[in-house]
């Protein structure tokens, strides 16, 4: 089995991509969509951090808005987080590896795989990219997003061409769709030794 490890900077793509691979019948793990399902109603993270950061929880599970504001600009209070959540997320991908061994070929999306380490964790990977100007425009175009926020969040991310260049695909996402499902399904071709449809 070949692990892929899925990246990109905000407003890139990635979700869309993933999606693609999904439909290509690769099987994904997200590793967004976990963390929302540790964090949500019921879920296996909500006491802890309600423990740790009081008055973060409900009964929705954790408000991200004020587990946010709690730990921003703290770095002991996010390493804090992380110490819960990322311990949780990884058992979740090893349970998904497990449960797909008898694949040729697995995604794990995972948003920051360069700034959290979990490059180690991966065979091969692909960046999604796309020009400034197009990520500037998508991620602007999101409920409550600012200029400010777009920056800050930036700030915290490898810089796409970084991320490139440690890459060993980058699926471009600017263009159309047909166009990225095209080098997606390149990538997926050059892993397996498929023939390319």
């Known amino acids: 089995m070949i692990v892929l ?55 929705a599970g954790v408000n991200r808005t004020a587990l946010g504001e ?8 996010l390493a804090r987080l992380e110490a819960l959540v990322h311990p949780a997320v990884a058992a979740e991908r090893e349970r998904f590896l497990a449960a797909n061994s008898d694949a ?15 490059w180690r964790q991966v065979d091969r990977i692909a960046v999604v990219s796309a020009p400034a100007e197009v990520q500037r425009a998508r991620v602007l175009a999101r409920p409550g997003m600012t200029e ?4 800050a969040i930036r700030a915290k991310q490898l810089p796409d061409a970084e991320k490139r260049a ?13 166009a990225t499902r095209a080098a997606l399904r390149e990538v997926i071709a050059c892993l397996t030794g498929a023939p390319e449809e």
């Open 70 to 77: 709690a730990v921003f600009g703290d770095p002991a209070a």
């Open 104 to 118: 040729p070929l697995v995604l794990l999306d995972i948003p920051l795989l360069f700034e959290s380490g979990g």
């Open 5 to 59: 490890g899925l990246t990109g900077s905000i407003g890139m793509g990635k979700s869309t991509v993933a999606q693609m691979f999904a439909d290509e019948g690769i099987p994904v793990f997200d590793a967004d969509a976990v963390v929302h399902r540790l964090q949500g109603p019921g879920g296996q993270l909500v006491a802890e951090i309600e423990a740790a950061f009081p008055d973060t929880t409900g009964d």
């Open 148 to 151: 400010d926020r777009f920056e």
């Open 166 to 178: 440690r890459a060993d695909f980058v699926i471009p996402t600017g263009g159309s769709l047909d």
